[in-house]
């Protein structure tokens, strides 16, 4: 239910904050006084169209918010709105509420849920879930046939067969989605050569990974393989090679440390440690120089391998790379290829039998469907056209036609609910035949039968009162109390009968000064109702008899 509505500068309203109550709610005032302003701010935060010409004159932006509390709600239904959530990827509901809120500016509106961004269309379908409003607005939820086909389903309980449905009509969709995706592979069986050879090519090169930087290095090395032995052994013969070497120059270092350690023994003995370790380290190093030497002194075959193996492996690349995991990748790909060329008629085949099957049952199940909503649709429209005769359409008459559809989410039926408000007429969709108040009150017929089963909380009623009079109006009002024993019920409403029914009572005034004209919005306490239903009686606030009929109203 709707907890609390915060309206911004939208049209008349420059400021309104509103605790709502659950049950149901009028909402009246004087002809013009701005009583359509909760319906207008309602349909912005249900996705409906936002101009710059909602904002307030002299302002640059509007700005309506409401908090929607969802504990009393079916469980059913907060779990569809988590869902929506969760795959919008948009924060979870905090203290059992929804928070919507949308902004108007000369350049467009932003709707949020949460705190969070979102597209209008999101929440439009948010906002489908969760207020229905019937009245003078282009977005009556019963005259689309998706709707219509909702609440029949509703009054035949098919929820469970509907949700075997849809999933049979997504099996059968994957079904579809995998053929077409083999068929749009292009693979042919003649490629298969093709496809076998280049897997050949790459498999008889016994690629390893990093093998292409190994290789270009060793092949650098063979191409300065003779300048580098030479400067090898040029260092390995200057460190030990003849009798002028480094080593020979510290044997000599060695015999004047030994004259030294005849006058100094202490200073020889630490020299002569430095230079045997010196001695030590060169002898090593002499003895790597001459390994790496040995290890550059390639056989010429070895070379003309590794040139070889480069050229192999820069043509692989120019073929299947740029890069060696290019290579690896293209491998992985025309194994897939070629397992899906040789298993395609099999795979085909098994698809085949799967979309097959997969047909037969949602066929199966929407002939369920049928069924149900056929044994339901005379029942309903009986039961919606009595009714209507109580809420004073004396002669209309209600029926549903129901069509063969192709099967899909939600079987295989399109539906139409027909209206004719008067005898010797041709019952036609109510959506070209029903005038607004006629439209709000086959809902409110519909709502007032399916009461205990429909999940959407909160309902807004705007000139169901319309041509209604005399007998009619507490008729009207009973039914609209007895709705919302289940649903928040919202009407505006300019009869006494209804507004005395209600278990909340909102005023609309409208005040001008010299330049400007506001709306405001309260409610009512119960010796301020006394006044405004008297008013609604249209008598003076002095008239004994009038206060006495707006009391008697009040305790009815």
Do not use: W
């Amino acid at each position: 239910m709707l907890q609390s509505l915060h309206i911004r500068n939208l049209a008349l309203v420059a400021s309104l904050d509103l605790d709502l109550s659950g049950g149901f709610n009028v909402i009246t005032g004087e002809t013009g006084a701005g009583k359509s302003l909760v319906i207008g701010a309602l349909q912005l935060l249900a996705g409906g169209r936002a101009t710059p010409s909602l904002i307030r004159r002299g302002e640059k932006s509007c700005e309506v918010s409401a908090f929607v509390n969802l504990s009393p709600v079916k469980p059913d239904l907060r779990e569809m709105i988590e869902s929506k959530l969760h795959d919008a990827g948009l924060p979870a509901c905090e203290d059992g509420g929804l928070l919507l809120r949308r902004t108007v500016t000369e350049n467009g509106s932003r709707p949020y849920v949460n705190g969070s961004p979102v597209t209008v269309s999101f929440l439009k379908e948010l906002g489908e879930l969760i207020i229905d409003i019937h009245g003078p607005h282009d977005n009556q939820t019963i005259l689309k046939n998706a709707r219509q086909l909702e609440l029949l389903d509703v009054f035949a309980q098919t929820l469970p067969l509907l949700k075997t449905c849809k999933k049979q009509a997504q099996e059968l969709a994957e079904c579809k989605r995998q053929l077409q995706e083999l068929e749009r592979d292009g693979l042919q069986p003649e490629q298969l050569d093709l496809l076998k050879y280049q897997l050949d090519e790459i498999d008889h090169a016994d690629l390893q990974p990093g093998e292409d930087e190994a290789v270009l290095k060793k092949y650098k090395l063979a191409e300065n393989a003779k300048r580098l032995l030479q400067l090898a052994n040029q260092a390995a013969t200057i460190i030990s090679g003849d009798e002028h070497s480094i080593l020979d120059q510290i044997a000599a270092v060695f015999r004047m440390v030994r004259e030294i350690d005849q006058h100094d023994p202490e200073k020889a003995e630490e020299f002569n440690e430095q230079l045997e370790a010196t001695h030590d380290s060169l002898q090593e190093l002499a003895a790597q120089f001459e390994d790496y030497a040995m290890g550059l002194d390639l056989d010429p075959e070895e070379i003309q391998e590794t040139e070889a193996r480069l050229e192999l492996i820069q043509k692989l690349k120019r073929k299947y790379g740029p890069s060696m995991q290019d290579i690896f990748d293209t491998k992985e790909r025309l194994l897939n290829s070629i397992e899906k060329i040789e298993g395609r008629g099999e795979l085909i085949e098994k698809l085949r039998q799967n979309e097959e099957n997969a047909r037969r049952q949602l066929n199966k199940t929407c002939d369920e469907l049928d069924q149900m909503r056929r044994a339901a649709a005379d029942p309903l429209a009986k039961a919606i056209t009595e009714k209507l005769k109580k809420l004073g359409f004396d002669k209309a008459e209600f029926s549903i036609r129901l069509d063969k559809a192709e099967p899909g989410p939600n079987g295989a039926n399109t539906v139409e609910f027909l209206f004719a408000a008067n005898v010797g007429e041709d019952a036609k969709p109510l959506k070209s035949t029903a005038s607004s108040g006629e439209t709000a009150r086959v809902m409110l017929a519909l709502k007032t039968v399916l009461s205990d089963a429909d999940d959407v909380p909160v309902l807004v009623f705007d000139e169901i009162d319309a041509n209604v009079g005399g007998r009619t109006a507490p008729v009207v009002a009973a039914e609209l109390k007895s709705v919302a024993t289940k649903h928040q019920v919202f009407s505006i409403t300019h009869l006494a009968p209804i507004a005395a029914a209600a278990n909340t009572h909102f005023l609309v005034q409208k005040t001008t000064d010299e330049t400007r004209t506001t709306a405001t919005m309260r409610q009512l306490e119960p010796a301020e109702r006394i006044d405004e239903i008297t008013r609604m009686l249209g008598a003076d606030q002095a008239s004994t008899a009038a206060r006495k009929h707006a009391r008697e109203l009040l305790n009815m």
